[in-house]
Protein backbone atom coordinates (compact mmCIF):
# COMPACT_ATOMS: atom_id res chain seq x y z
CA UNK A 1 0.00 0.00 0.00
CA UNK A 2 1.57 3.22 -1.29
CA UNK A 3 2.02 5.94 1.94
CA UNK A 4 -0.38 8.81 2.75
CA UNK A 5 1.67 10.15 5.06
CA UNK A 6 -1.03 10.48 7.54
CA UNK A 7 0.49 9.95 11.02
CA UNK A 8 -1.48 8.93 13.98
CA UNK A 9 -0.82 8.28 17.69
CA UNK A 10 -2.44 4.70 18.98
CA UNK A 11 -3.54 4.15 22.87
CA UNK A 12 -3.82 0.92 24.02
CA UNK A 13 -6.58 0.33 26.92
CA UNK A 14 -7.27 -2.93 28.59
CA UNK A 15 -10.04 -2.32 30.09
CA UNK A 16 -13.72 -1.10 28.59
CA UNK A 17 -13.87 0.82 32.27
CA UNK A 18 -10.32 2.50 31.99
CA UNK A 19 -11.27 2.97 28.22
CA UNK A 20 -14.42 4.84 29.03
CA UNK A 21 -12.39 7.34 31.57
CA UNK A 22 -9.43 7.38 29.28
CA UNK A 23 -12.07 9.00 26.59
CA UNK A 24 -13.29 11.14 29.00
CA UNK A 25 -9.78 12.28 29.90
CA UNK A 26 -8.75 12.74 26.55
CA UNK A 27 -11.20 14.51 25.35
CA UNK A 28 -11.05 17.38 28.31
CA UNK A 29 -7.32 17.56 27.72
CA UNK A 30 -8.51 19.33 24.38
CA UNK A 31 -7.55 15.91 21.94
CA UNK A 32 -9.19 15.43 19.17
CA UNK A 33 -9.91 11.47 19.26
CA UNK A 34 -9.86 10.02 15.25
CA UNK A 35 -11.95 7.07 16.18
CA UNK A 36 -11.78 4.32 18.91
CA UNK A 37 -11.44 0.48 17.74
CA UNK A 38 -13.10 -1.94 20.21
CA UNK A 39 -13.41 -5.40 20.39
CA UNK A 40 -17.25 -5.52 21.21
CA UNK A 41 -19.61 -2.92 21.78
CA UNK A 42 -18.56 -0.72 24.38
CA UNK A 43 -21.83 1.09 26.70
CA UNK A 44 -21.86 4.74 26.93
CA UNK A 45 -18.59 4.87 24.19
CA UNK A 46 -20.94 6.61 21.87
CA UNK A 47 -21.64 9.44 24.35
CA UNK A 48 -18.32 10.09 25.78
CA UNK A 49 -16.90 10.24 22.47
CA UNK A 50 -20.06 12.63 21.04
CA UNK A 51 -21.76 10.79 18.28
CA UNK A 52 -25.11 11.48 17.27
CA UNK A 53 -27.46 8.84 17.86
CA UNK A 54 -27.78 6.72 14.86
CA UNK A 55 -31.01 7.64 12.10
CA UNK A 56 -30.95 3.93 10.67
CA UNK A 57 -34.25 3.87 12.42
CA UNK A 58 -35.76 6.00 11.05
CA UNK A 59 -34.47 4.35 7.50
CA UNK A 60 -36.17 1.36 8.95
CA UNK A 61 -39.23 3.06 9.11
CA UNK A 62 -39.46 4.61 5.96
CA UNK A 63 -38.48 1.36 4.28
CA UNK A 64 -40.91 -0.73 5.87
CA UNK A 65 -43.63 1.32 4.97
CA UNK A 66 -42.37 1.29 1.58
CA UNK A 67 -42.99 -2.44 1.98
CA UNK A 68 -46.81 -1.54 3.05
CA UNK A 69 -47.68 0.49 0.12
CA UNK A 70 -45.71 -2.05 -2.03
CA UNK A 71 -47.71 -4.49 -0.50
CA UNK A 72 -51.01 -3.43 -0.65
CA UNK A 73 -50.81 -1.79 -4.00
CA UNK A 74 -49.66 -5.19 -5.63
CA UNK A 75 -52.59 -7.04 -4.32
CA UNK A 76 -55.17 -4.45 -4.86
CA UNK A 77 -54.03 -4.14 -8.42
CA UNK A 78 -53.59 -7.40 -9.21
CA UNK A 79 -56.80 -9.29 -7.89
CA UNK A 80 -59.03 -6.06 -8.01
CA UNK A 81 -58.36 -4.41 -10.80
CA UNK A 82 -55.78 -6.22 -13.38
CA UNK A 83 -57.20 -9.82 -13.52
CA UNK A 84 -60.72 -10.40 -10.81
CA UNK A 85 -61.37 -13.72 -10.22
CA UNK A 86 -64.12 -15.16 -7.99
CA UNK A 87 -62.98 -17.11 -5.45
CA UNK A 88 -65.00 -18.72 -3.11
CA UNK A 89 -67.45 -15.45 -4.14
CA UNK A 90 -65.67 -13.09 -2.16
CA UNK A 91 -65.25 -9.73 -2.93
CA UNK A 92 -62.39 -9.04 -5.30
CA UNK A 93 -60.69 -6.73 -2.76
CA UNK A 94 -61.19 -7.57 0.86
CA UNK A 95 -58.44 -6.25 2.87
CA UNK A 96 -58.25 -9.15 5.93
CA UNK A 97 -56.97 -12.01 3.53
CA UNK A 98 -54.19 -9.37 2.61
CA UNK A 99 -52.88 -8.96 5.64
CA UNK A 100 -49.94 -11.73 5.81
CA UNK A 101 -48.20 -11.09 2.54
CA UNK A 102 -48.50 -7.24 3.32
CA UNK A 103 -47.26 -7.72 7.23
CA UNK A 104 -44.61 -10.29 5.83
CA UNK A 105 -43.41 -7.33 3.07
CA UNK A 106 -43.10 -4.93 5.29
CA UNK A 107 -41.06 -6.43 7.98
CA UNK A 108 -38.76 -7.61 4.65
CA UNK A 109 -38.33 -4.84 3.10
CA UNK A 110 -37.94 -2.89 6.29
CA UNK A 111 -35.00 -5.58 7.56
CA UNK A 112 -33.06 -5.61 3.72
CA UNK A 113 -33.46 -1.32 3.75
CA UNK A 114 -32.22 -1.26 7.11
CA UNK A 115 -29.21 -3.52 6.51
CA UNK A 116 -28.47 -2.28 2.80
CA UNK A 117 -28.16 0.85 4.35
CA UNK A 118 -25.99 -0.21 7.06
CA UNK A 119 -23.66 -1.38 4.75
CA UNK A 120 -23.54 2.12 2.98
CA UNK A 121 -23.08 4.45 5.68
CA UNK A 122 -20.23 2.55 7.76
CA UNK A 123 -18.68 1.58 4.10
CA UNK A 124 -18.33 -1.65 4.22
CA UNK A 125 -17.98 -4.35 1.42
CA UNK A 126 -16.87 -7.71 0.88
CA UNK A 127 -13.52 -6.58 -1.16
CA UNK A 128 -12.90 -3.75 1.50
CA UNK A 129 -9.83 -3.55 3.50
CA UNK A 130 -9.84 -1.64 6.75
CA UNK A 131 -7.14 0.17 7.85
CA UNK A 132 -5.92 -1.38 11.45
CA UNK A 133 -4.31 0.60 13.68
CA UNK A 134 -3.78 -2.22 15.81
CA UNK A 135 -4.79 -6.23 15.43
CA UNK A 136 -5.10 -6.62 18.78
CA UNK A 137 -8.45 -4.52 18.96
CA UNK A 138 -10.91 -7.25 17.32
CA UNK A 139 -8.71 -9.88 20.25
CA UNK A 140 -8.96 -8.18 23.47
CA UNK A 141 -7.69 -4.53 23.44
CA UNK A 142 -9.45 -1.28 22.60
CA UNK A 143 -7.78 0.86 20.69
CA UNK A 144 -7.83 4.82 20.51
CA UNK A 145 -6.67 6.16 17.45
CA UNK A 146 -5.45 9.91 17.68
CA UNK A 147 -4.77 12.17 14.08
CA UNK A 148 -1.39 14.16 14.68
CA UNK A 149 -2.36 16.12 12.04
CA UNK A 150 -5.74 17.13 13.62
CA UNK A 151 -4.26 18.03 16.37
CA UNK A 152 -2.33 21.15 18.24
CA UNK A 153 -0.48 18.91 20.80
CA UNK A 154 2.90 17.57 19.59
CA UNK A 155 3.24 13.86 19.55
CA UNK A 156 5.01 13.60 23.18
CA UNK A 157 2.14 15.62 24.94
CA UNK A 158 -0.83 13.42 23.63
CA UNK A 159 1.75 10.39 24.62
CA UNK A 160 1.80 11.64 28.18
CA UNK A 161 -2.20 12.41 27.96
CA UNK A 162 -2.67 8.91 26.79
CA UNK A 163 -0.72 7.36 29.70
CA UNK A 164 -1.88 9.34 32.27
CA UNK A 165 -5.41 8.13 31.19
CA UNK A 166 -4.96 4.87 31.53
CA UNK A 167 -3.30 3.77 28.13
CA UNK A 168 -1.37 0.81 28.78
CA UNK A 169 0.40 1.63 25.25
CA UNK A 170 1.35 4.12 23.19
CA UNK A 171 2.23 3.01 19.35
CA UNK A 172 2.97 5.37 16.35
CA UNK A 173 1.23 4.21 13.24
CA UNK A 174 1.93 5.64 9.94
CA UNK A 175 -0.40 4.93 6.81
CA UNK B 1 -18.91 0.10 36.93
CA UNK B 2 -20.27 -3.70 36.76
CA UNK B 3 -22.87 -4.95 39.46
CA UNK B 4 -22.51 -8.58 40.31
CA UNK B 5 -25.36 -10.77 41.05
CA UNK B 6 -24.66 -13.31 43.85
CA UNK B 7 -27.68 -14.39 43.52
CA UNK B 8 -27.27 -15.84 39.54
CA UNK B 9 -25.03 -18.55 38.41
CA UNK B 10 -22.29 -17.35 36.33
CA UNK B 11 -22.79 -17.62 32.50
CA UNK B 12 -19.16 -18.14 32.01
CA UNK B 13 -17.47 -20.65 33.94
CA UNK B 14 -13.33 -21.25 33.83
CA UNK B 15 -12.48 -17.65 34.81
CA UNK B 16 -11.93 -16.95 31.29
CA UNK B 17 -10.30 -13.47 29.72
CA UNK B 18 -11.37 -11.67 26.95
CA UNK B 19 -8.30 -13.19 25.11
CA UNK B 20 -9.72 -16.60 26.25
CA UNK B 21 -12.65 -16.73 24.08
CA UNK B 22 -10.91 -15.17 21.19
CA UNK B 23 -8.40 -18.27 21.28
CA UNK B 24 -11.30 -21.30 21.98
CA UNK B 25 -13.77 -20.30 19.62
CA UNK B 26 -11.16 -19.22 16.90
CA UNK B 27 -9.33 -22.11 17.52
CA UNK B 28 -11.87 -24.70 15.75
CA UNK B 29 -11.86 -22.60 12.53
CA UNK B 30 -8.26 -22.24 12.56
CA UNK B 31 -7.29 -25.94 13.19
CA UNK B 32 -7.38 -29.17 11.30
CA UNK B 33 -11.16 -30.83 12.61
CA UNK B 34 -10.61 -33.59 15.04
CA UNK B 35 -11.52 -37.53 14.17
CA UNK B 36 -15.06 -37.15 15.82
CA UNK B 37 -15.90 -34.60 12.77
CA UNK B 38 -14.88 -36.23 9.99
CA UNK B 39 -16.92 -39.54 10.88
CA UNK B 40 -20.07 -37.46 11.94
CA UNK B 41 -19.61 -34.96 8.94
CA UNK B 42 -19.19 -38.47 6.69
CA UNK B 43 -22.32 -40.38 8.01
CA UNK B 44 -24.36 -36.96 7.35
CA UNK B 45 -22.75 -36.98 3.43
CA UNK B 46 -23.65 -40.68 3.31
CA UNK B 47 -27.22 -39.57 4.77
CA UNK B 48 -27.72 -36.66 2.30
CA UNK B 49 -26.19 -39.11 -0.76
CA UNK B 50 -29.10 -41.82 -0.39
CA UNK B 51 -31.45 -38.61 0.16
CA UNK B 52 -30.36 -37.09 -2.95
CA UNK B 53 -31.01 -40.78 -4.96
CA UNK B 54 -34.53 -40.70 -3.63
CA UNK B 55 -35.22 -36.90 -4.65
CA UNK B 56 -33.79 -37.16 -7.84
CA UNK B 57 -36.04 -40.61 -8.61
CA UNK B 58 -38.89 -38.63 -7.57
CA UNK B 59 -38.14 -35.39 -9.69
CA UNK B 60 -37.85 -37.93 -12.59
CA UNK B 61 -40.83 -40.10 -12.17
CA UNK B 62 -42.93 -37.67 -10.51
CA UNK B 63 -44.64 -37.45 -7.11
CA UNK B 64 -46.14 -41.23 -7.67
CA UNK B 65 -43.74 -42.57 -6.07
CA UNK B 66 -44.38 -41.15 -2.40
CA UNK B 67 -47.41 -43.38 -0.48
CA UNK B 68 -50.64 -40.42 -0.80
CA UNK B 69 -53.60 -41.79 -2.34
CA UNK B 70 -56.77 -40.04 -3.25
CA UNK B 71 -58.11 -39.89 0.32
CA UNK B 72 -54.80 -38.95 1.89
CA UNK B 73 -53.26 -35.95 -0.25
CA UNK B 74 -50.95 -35.04 2.39
CA UNK B 75 -48.93 -36.68 4.63
CA UNK B 76 -45.25 -37.11 5.57
CA UNK B 77 -44.53 -34.79 2.65
CA UNK B 78 -46.38 -31.80 4.76
CA UNK B 79 -45.58 -33.35 8.22
CA UNK B 80 -42.01 -33.13 7.70
CA UNK B 81 -42.26 -29.93 6.14
CA UNK B 82 -43.93 -28.33 9.68
CA UNK B 83 -41.70 -30.17 11.27
CA UNK B 84 -39.23 -28.68 10.25
CA UNK B 85 -40.19 -25.46 10.54
CA UNK B 86 -41.24 -25.54 13.54
CA UNK B 87 -37.45 -26.38 14.81
CA UNK B 88 -36.23 -23.43 12.70
CA UNK B 89 -38.43 -21.28 15.17
CA UNK B 90 -36.26 -21.59 18.14
CA UNK B 91 -33.11 -19.66 16.64
CA UNK B 92 -34.93 -16.73 16.19
CA UNK B 93 -36.69 -16.55 19.29
CA UNK B 94 -33.58 -16.77 20.73
CA UNK B 95 -31.51 -14.17 19.51
CA UNK B 96 -34.28 -11.65 18.79
CA UNK B 97 -37.19 -11.95 21.43
CA UNK B 98 -34.38 -12.61 24.25
CA UNK B 99 -32.29 -9.60 23.27
CA UNK B 100 -35.52 -7.50 23.62
CA UNK B 101 -35.92 -8.99 26.72
CA UNK B 102 -32.51 -8.48 28.00
CA UNK B 103 -31.74 -12.18 28.48
CA UNK B 104 -27.88 -12.81 28.58
CA UNK B 105 -27.70 -16.01 28.19
CA UNK B 106 -28.63 -16.40 24.95
CA UNK B 107 -25.03 -15.02 24.00
CA UNK B 108 -23.70 -18.53 24.22
CA UNK B 109 -26.11 -20.02 22.11
CA UNK B 110 -27.92 -17.77 20.01
CA UNK B 111 -24.93 -18.69 16.51
CA UNK B 112 -25.66 -22.26 16.53
CA UNK B 113 -29.20 -22.02 17.31
CA UNK B 114 -29.54 -19.31 14.13
CA UNK B 115 -27.77 -21.54 12.30
CA UNK B 116 -29.91 -24.40 12.96
CA UNK B 117 -32.66 -22.30 12.42
CA UNK B 118 -31.50 -21.58 8.57
CA UNK B 119 -30.44 -25.08 7.69
CA UNK B 120 -34.03 -26.10 9.07
CA UNK B 121 -35.78 -23.98 6.92
CA UNK B 122 -33.80 -24.65 3.60
CA UNK B 123 -34.86 -28.34 4.83
CA UNK B 124 -38.70 -27.80 5.38
CA UNK B 125 -39.01 -25.69 2.02
CA UNK B 126 -37.34 -29.06 -0.22
CA UNK B 127 -41.21 -30.48 0.47
CA UNK B 128 -42.72 -27.77 -1.01
CA UNK B 129 -41.29 -27.54 -3.79
CA UNK B 130 -40.83 -31.17 -4.44
CA UNK B 131 -44.55 -31.73 -3.98
CA UNK B 132 -45.49 -29.24 -6.70
CA UNK B 133 -43.25 -31.78 -9.17
CA UNK B 134 -41.80 -29.69 -11.76
CA UNK B 135 -38.81 -27.86 -9.77
CA UNK B 136 -38.19 -25.89 -12.86
CA UNK B 137 -41.60 -24.51 -12.46
CA UNK B 138 -43.05 -24.75 -9.05
CA UNK B 139 -41.06 -22.00 -7.21
CA UNK B 140 -42.23 -19.63 -10.00
CA UNK B 141 -45.35 -20.06 -9.85
CA UNK B 142 -45.66 -19.54 -6.96
CA UNK B 143 -44.53 -15.85 -6.72
CA UNK B 144 -46.60 -12.64 -8.21
CA UNK B 145 -44.97 -12.84 -11.66
CA UNK B 146 -46.25 -11.97 -15.14
CA UNK B 147 -46.93 -14.85 -16.79
CA UNK B 148 -48.10 -16.16 -19.98
CA UNK B 149 -51.43 -16.65 -19.14
CA UNK B 150 -53.17 -13.27 -18.89
CA UNK B 151 -51.08 -12.18 -16.47
CA UNK B 152 -52.77 -14.61 -14.57
CA UNK B 153 -51.72 -13.64 -10.67
CA UNK B 154 -51.22 -15.85 -7.81
CA UNK B 155 -54.45 -16.34 -5.50
CA UNK B 156 -53.62 -13.60 -2.45
CA UNK B 157 -56.32 -15.54 -0.81
CA UNK B 158 -55.15 -18.78 -0.08
CA UNK B 159 -52.90 -19.20 2.57
CA UNK B 160 -50.42 -21.52 0.79
CA UNK B 161 -49.37 -18.72 -0.97
CA UNK B 162 -48.75 -16.69 2.32
CA UNK B 163 -46.62 -19.45 3.55
CA UNK B 164 -44.72 -18.68 0.37
CA UNK B 165 -44.17 -14.88 1.56
CA UNK B 166 -44.06 -15.78 5.48
CA UNK B 167 -40.88 -18.57 4.77
CA UNK B 168 -39.41 -16.60 2.75
CA UNK B 169 -39.26 -13.76 4.42
CA UNK B 170 -38.25 -15.80 7.83
CA UNK B 171 -35.76 -17.35 6.09
CA UNK B 172 -34.34 -13.83 4.40
CA UNK B 173 -34.23 -11.85 7.55
CA UNK B 174 -32.96 -14.92 10.17
CA UNK B 175 -30.18 -15.09 7.58
CA UNK B 176 -29.76 -11.48 7.46
CA UNK B 177 -29.25 -11.11 11.70
CA UNK B 178 -27.54 -14.47 11.59
CA UNK B 179 -24.82 -12.69 9.02
CA UNK B 180 -24.81 -8.94 10.78
CA UNK B 181 -23.90 -11.45 13.63
CA UNK B 182 -20.80 -12.59 12.15
CA UNK B 183 -19.57 -10.21 10.85
CA UNK B 184 -17.72 -9.14 14.09
CA UNK B 185 -16.61 -12.46 14.34
CA UNK B 186 -15.20 -13.05 11.06
CA UNK B 187 -12.73 -9.57 11.67
CA UNK B 188 -11.05 -11.39 14.62
CA UNK B 189 -10.39 -14.20 13.07
CA UNK B 190 -8.95 -12.36 9.90
CA UNK B 191 -6.82 -10.35 12.27
CA UNK B 192 -5.63 -13.65 13.72
CA UNK B 193 -4.90 -15.25 10.31
CA UNK B 194 -2.84 -12.05 9.39
CA UNK B 195 -0.75 -12.06 13.15
CA UNK B 196 -0.46 -15.98 12.14
CA UNK B 197 0.67 -14.93 8.54
CA UNK B 198 -2.15 -16.66 6.75
CA UNK B 199 -3.10 -14.87 4.06
CA UNK B 200 -5.39 -16.94 2.18
CA UNK B 201 -7.19 -17.24 5.49
CA UNK B 202 -7.27 -13.46 6.02
CA UNK B 203 -8.47 -12.59 2.63
CA UNK B 204 -10.94 -15.14 2.73
CA UNK B 205 -12.34 -13.89 6.66
CA UNK B 206 -11.90 -9.96 5.62
CA UNK B 207 -14.65 -10.67 2.31
CA UNK B 208 -16.59 -12.47 4.51
CA UNK B 209 -16.23 -9.51 7.54
CA UNK B 210 -17.11 -6.92 4.64
CA UNK B 211 -14.20 -5.09 6.11
CA UNK B 212 -15.26 -4.91 9.50
CA UNK B 213 -13.30 -2.44 11.71
CA UNK B 214 -14.76 -1.82 14.85
CA UNK B 215 -14.83 1.58 15.06
CA UNK B 216 -16.87 3.19 17.48
CA UNK B 217 -19.59 5.10 15.27
CA UNK B 218 -19.98 1.25 13.68
CA UNK B 219 -20.60 -0.45 16.70
CA UNK B 220 -23.11 2.37 17.78
CA UNK B 221 -24.84 1.35 14.48
CA UNK B 222 -24.57 -2.34 14.64
CA UNK B 223 -25.94 -2.18 17.66
CA UNK B 224 -29.30 0.11 16.62
CA UNK B 225 -29.39 -2.71 13.34
CA UNK B 226 -29.24 -5.45 15.72
CA UNK B 227 -32.20 -3.88 17.98
CA UNK B 228 -34.42 -2.96 15.27
CA UNK B 229 -33.54 -6.44 13.67
CA UNK B 230 -34.75 -8.08 17.02
CA UNK B 231 -37.68 -6.19 17.02
CA UNK B 232 -39.02 -7.26 13.54
CA UNK B 233 -37.74 -10.46 14.18
CA UNK B 234 -40.13 -10.72 17.20
CA UNK B 235 -43.17 -10.33 15.49
CA UNK B 236 -42.15 -12.54 12.07
CA UNK B 237 -41.25 -15.82 13.82
CA UNK B 238 -44.83 -15.53 15.61
CA UNK B 239 -46.33 -14.83 12.22
CA UNK B 240 -44.55 -17.69 10.57
CA UNK B 241 -45.96 -20.71 12.08
CA UNK B 242 -49.52 -18.78 12.76
CA UNK B 243 -49.63 -18.36 8.98
CA UNK B 244 -48.36 -22.44 8.66
CA UNK B 245 -51.06 -23.19 11.03
CA UNK B 246 -53.45 -21.28 8.87
CA UNK B 247 -52.87 -23.92 5.95
CA UNK B 248 -54.78 -26.25 7.49
CA UNK B 249 -57.58 -23.67 9.98
CA UNK B 250 -58.52 -21.78 7.24
CA UNK B 251 -60.00 -25.27 5.75
CA UNK B 252 -63.05 -26.81 6.44
CA UNK B 253 -62.17 -30.46 6.94
CA UNK B 254 -62.88 -31.64 10.77
CA UNK B 255 -59.57 -31.75 12.90
CA UNK B 256 -58.08 -28.68 11.54
CA UNK B 257 -60.42 -26.40 11.63
CA UNK B 258 -59.72 -25.28 14.74
CA UNK B 259 -59.32 -21.56 15.61
CA UNK B 260 -56.46 -22.52 18.70
CA UNK B 261 -54.23 -23.27 16.08
CA UNK B 262 -52.11 -20.64 15.63
CA UNK B 263 -50.96 -20.38 19.43
CA UNK B 264 -50.76 -23.97 19.68
CA UNK B 265 -48.66 -24.44 16.14
CA UNK B 266 -46.68 -21.57 17.73
CA UNK B 267 -45.78 -23.28 21.53
CA UNK B 268 -45.16 -26.54 19.61
CA UNK B 269 -42.51 -25.11 17.15
CA UNK B 270 -40.88 -23.21 20.67
CA UNK B 271 -40.77 -26.54 22.15
CA UNK B 272 -39.83 -28.41 19.03
CA UNK B 273 -36.90 -25.70 18.30
CA UNK B 274 -35.74 -26.09 22.12
CA UNK B 275 -35.19 -29.08 21.80
CA UNK B 276 -33.64 -29.34 19.16
CA UNK B 277 -31.24 -26.54 19.87
CA UNK B 278 -30.56 -29.14 23.20
CA UNK B 279 -29.48 -32.48 21.05
CA UNK B 280 -27.32 -29.97 18.62
CA UNK B 281 -25.69 -28.33 21.26
CA UNK B 282 -24.70 -30.94 23.85
CA UNK B 283 -23.10 -32.48 21.18
CA UNK B 284 -21.23 -29.48 19.70
CA UNK B 285 -20.12 -28.29 23.21
CA UNK B 286 -18.31 -31.71 23.63
CA UNK B 287 -16.88 -31.95 20.42
CA UNK B 288 -15.23 -28.33 20.57
CA UNK B 289 -14.83 -28.57 24.35
CA UNK B 290 -16.95 -25.60 24.86
CA UNK B 291 -18.62 -26.66 28.49
CA UNK B 292 -17.12 -23.14 30.08
CA UNK B 293 -19.50 -21.00 27.69
CA UNK B 294 -22.45 -23.68 27.16
CA UNK B 295 -22.78 -24.71 31.17
CA UNK B 296 -25.14 -26.71 32.23
CA UNK B 297 -27.16 -23.33 33.38
CA UNK B 298 -27.29 -22.60 30.17
CA UNK B 299 -28.97 -26.20 29.51
CA UNK B 300 -31.35 -25.78 32.59
CA UNK B 301 -32.92 -22.79 31.16
CA UNK B 302 -33.67 -24.05 28.16
CA UNK B 303 -35.12 -26.75 29.49
CA UNK B 304 -37.13 -24.63 31.88
CA UNK B 305 -38.85 -23.06 28.23
CA UNK B 306 -39.39 -26.43 27.43
CA UNK B 307 -41.41 -27.40 30.23
CA UNK B 308 -43.09 -24.33 29.82
CA UNK B 309 -43.85 -24.55 26.07
CA UNK B 310 -44.46 -28.58 26.22
CA UNK B 311 -47.44 -27.41 28.97
CA UNK B 312 -49.17 -25.37 26.80
CA UNK B 313 -48.95 -27.67 23.96
CA UNK B 314 -50.33 -30.42 26.60
CA UNK B 315 -53.17 -27.61 27.42
CA UNK B 316 -54.01 -27.68 23.87
CA UNK B 317 -54.24 -31.00 23.19
CA UNK B 318 -57.00 -31.00 25.32
CA UNK B 319 -58.38 -28.58 25.29
CA UNK B 320 -58.96 -29.26 21.49
CA UNK B 321 -59.98 -32.46 23.15
CA UNK B 322 -62.97 -30.82 25.02
CA UNK B 323 -64.10 -28.21 22.36
CA UNK B 324 -64.70 -30.73 19.86
CA UNK B 325 -66.80 -32.97 22.59
CA UNK B 326 -68.45 -29.70 24.02
CA UNK B 327 -69.11 -28.19 20.77
CA UNK B 328 -71.54 -31.05 19.41
CA UNK B 329 -70.19 -31.22 15.83
CA UNK B 330 -70.24 -35.00 15.08
CA UNK B 331 -67.98 -34.81 12.53
CA UNK B 332 -65.52 -33.02 14.55
CA UNK B 333 -65.88 -34.98 17.46
CA UNK B 334 -65.41 -38.10 15.70
CA UNK B 335 -62.60 -36.67 13.95
CA UNK B 336 -60.49 -36.22 17.49
CA UNK B 337 -62.00 -39.85 19.12
CA UNK B 338 -60.82 -41.66 15.68
CA UNK B 339 -57.39 -39.95 16.46
CA UNK B 340 -57.24 -41.58 19.95
CA UNK B 341 -58.94 -45.19 19.08
CA UNK B 342 -58.91 -45.22 15.29
CA UNK B 343 -56.46 -47.08 13.33
CA UNK B 344 -53.59 -44.75 14.11
CA UNK B 345 -53.92 -45.01 17.94
CA UNK B 346 -50.37 -45.55 18.55
CA UNK B 347 -48.91 -42.36 17.03
CA UNK B 348 -51.65 -40.47 18.56
CA UNK B 349 -50.42 -41.96 21.83
CA UNK B 350 -47.01 -41.65 21.20
CA UNK B 351 -47.79 -38.13 20.74
CA UNK B 352 -49.42 -37.83 23.85
CA UNK B 353 -46.63 -39.51 26.12
CA UNK B 354 -43.47 -37.71 23.93
CA UNK B 355 -45.28 -34.37 24.02
CA UNK B 356 -46.82 -33.98 27.35
CA UNK B 357 -45.72 -36.58 29.45
CA UNK B 358 -41.98 -36.61 28.70
CA UNK B 359 -41.31 -33.09 28.98
CA UNK B 360 -42.77 -33.03 33.23
CA UNK B 361 -39.94 -34.59 33.79
CA UNK B 362 -38.25 -31.68 33.59
CA UNK B 363 -39.46 -30.00 36.69
CA UNK B 364 -37.10 -31.76 38.79
CA UNK B 365 -33.60 -29.91 39.02
CA UNK B 366 -31.60 -33.44 38.89
CA UNK B 367 -33.14 -34.51 35.80
CA UNK B 368 -33.02 -30.88 34.05
CA UNK B 369 -29.43 -30.46 35.18
CA UNK B 370 -28.19 -33.94 33.74
CA UNK B 371 -27.16 -33.65 30.15
CA UNK B 372 -27.61 -37.26 29.28
CA UNK B 373 -31.51 -37.07 30.30
CA UNK B 374 -31.63 -33.96 28.88
CA UNK B 375 -29.88 -35.27 25.45
CA UNK B 376 -32.33 -38.23 25.52
CA UNK B 377 -35.60 -36.50 26.26
CA UNK B 378 -34.49 -33.70 23.93
CA UNK B 379 -34.39 -36.72 21.01
CA UNK B 380 -37.83 -37.96 22.24
CA UNK B 381 -39.73 -34.07 22.08
CA UNK B 382 -39.31 -34.13 18.70
CA UNK B 383 -40.32 -37.27 17.93
CA UNK B 384 -43.43 -36.68 19.97
CA UNK B 385 -43.29 -33.33 17.29
CA UNK B 386 -43.17 -35.40 14.11
CA UNK B 387 -45.91 -37.49 15.65
CA UNK B 388 -48.41 -34.10 16.31
CA UNK B 389 -47.84 -33.12 12.82
CA UNK B 390 -48.33 -36.79 11.64
CA UNK B 391 -51.57 -37.30 13.93
CA UNK B 392 -53.27 -33.85 12.75
CA UNK B 393 -52.61 -34.22 9.17
CA UNK B 394 -53.20 -37.51 8.82
CA UNK B 395 -55.93 -38.54 11.27
CA UNK B 396 -57.70 -36.07 10.09
CA UNK B 397 -57.98 -36.84 6.18
CA UNK B 398 -57.67 -40.46 6.42
CA UNK B 399 -61.35 -40.98 7.54
CA UNK B 400 -63.01 -39.02 4.88
CA UNK B 401 -67.05 -37.98 4.71
CA UNK B 402 -67.55 -41.35 2.37
CA UNK B 403 -66.78 -44.41 4.57
CA UNK B 404 -66.14 -45.90 0.77
CA UNK B 405 -63.30 -43.41 0.72
CA UNK B 406 -61.84 -44.57 3.47
CA UNK B 407 -57.68 -45.06 3.44
CA UNK B 408 -54.63 -45.75 5.50
CA UNK B 409 -51.43 -44.40 4.12
CA UNK B 410 -48.16 -46.45 4.01
CA UNK B 411 -45.05 -44.27 3.33
CA UNK B 412 -42.87 -45.19 0.63
CA UNK B 413 -38.96 -45.53 0.19
CA UNK B 414 -39.07 -42.28 -1.27
CA UNK B 415 -40.93 -41.15 1.84
CA UNK B 416 -38.51 -41.90 4.40
CA UNK B 417 -35.89 -41.14 1.07
CA UNK B 418 -36.54 -37.52 1.23
CA UNK B 419 -37.04 -37.44 5.23
CA UNK B 420 -33.22 -38.88 5.03
CA UNK B 421 -32.45 -35.94 2.54
CA UNK B 422 -33.43 -33.28 4.82
CA UNK B 423 -31.33 -35.12 7.77
CA UNK B 424 -28.74 -35.27 5.50
CA UNK B 425 -28.69 -31.70 4.44
CA UNK B 426 -29.18 -30.12 7.94
CA UNK B 427 -26.06 -32.17 9.32
CA UNK B 428 -23.85 -31.72 6.46
CA UNK B 429 -24.35 -27.97 7.06
CA UNK B 430 -24.34 -27.70 10.61
CA UNK B 431 -21.45 -29.61 10.41
CA UNK B 432 -19.98 -27.19 8.01
CA UNK B 433 -21.14 -24.49 9.77
CA UNK B 434 -19.30 -25.62 12.86
CA UNK B 435 -16.24 -26.15 10.98
CA UNK B 436 -15.77 -22.59 9.32
CA UNK B 437 -17.98 -20.07 11.19
CA UNK B 438 -17.45 -19.33 15.11
CA UNK B 439 -19.71 -21.54 16.84
CA UNK B 440 -20.01 -19.04 19.48
CA UNK B 441 -20.94 -15.15 19.48
CA UNK B 442 -17.64 -13.81 20.28
CA UNK B 443 -18.41 -10.13 20.64
CA UNK B 444 -21.44 -10.42 22.47
CA UNK B 445 -19.81 -13.44 24.88
CA UNK B 446 -16.82 -10.96 25.23
CA UNK B 447 -19.23 -7.73 26.34
CA UNK B 448 -20.65 -10.31 29.58
CA UNK B 449 -16.85 -11.52 30.63
CA UNK B 450 -16.83 -8.65 32.92
CA UNK B 451 -19.99 -8.86 34.81
CA UNK B 452 -20.80 -12.73 33.95
CA UNK B 453 -17.43 -14.66 34.83
CA UNK B 454 -16.72 -16.67 37.80
CA UNK B 455 -13.56 -14.60 37.09
CA UNK B 456 -13.80 -12.08 40.03
CA UNK B 457 -12.51 -8.17 39.17
Redesign the interface.
Known sequence: MSSTGEKFLVGIFDD??ILLHGVEGVRDKGVKIH????????HG??EV?G?K??R??IA?FLF?LAGTILALT??IW??GF??P?I??G?NFVSLP??I??T???T??L???G??AT??I????????????YD??????KHVMAIDLAANKLSKEEIGQILKANGASEVNEKNF | MQATSSVRESLITGGKTVRDVSEDISRHVENKPNRLWWIAFSFSLLLLGFGFYCLSALLWEGIGLWGLNKTVGWAWDITNFVWWVGIGHAGTLISAILLLFRQKWRMSINRAAEAMTIFAVICAATFPLAHMGRLWIGPIWSLPLPNTFGSLWVNFNSPLLWDVFAISTYFTVSLVFWYIGLIPDFAVIRDRATRMGSKTRAAIYNALSFGWDGAAKTWMRYESVALILAGLSTPLVLSVHTIVSFDFATSVVPGWHTTIFPPYFVAGAIFSGFAMVLTLLIVTRKVFKLEDYITIYHIELMNIVIIITGSIVGIAYITEFFVAWYGMVPAEFYAFYNRATGPYWWAYWSMMTCNVISPQLFWFKKIRTNIVATFVLSIIVNIGMWFERFVIIVTSIHRDYLPSSWSMFYPTLYDVGEYVFTFGLFFTAFFLFAKFFPVINMAEVKSIIKSSSEKKH
Open positions: EDEVYTPFPVLDLYRSLPAGMQMLDWMIGKPFPVFELVLSALMVFFVSDMKPYKTPRSLRSTDD
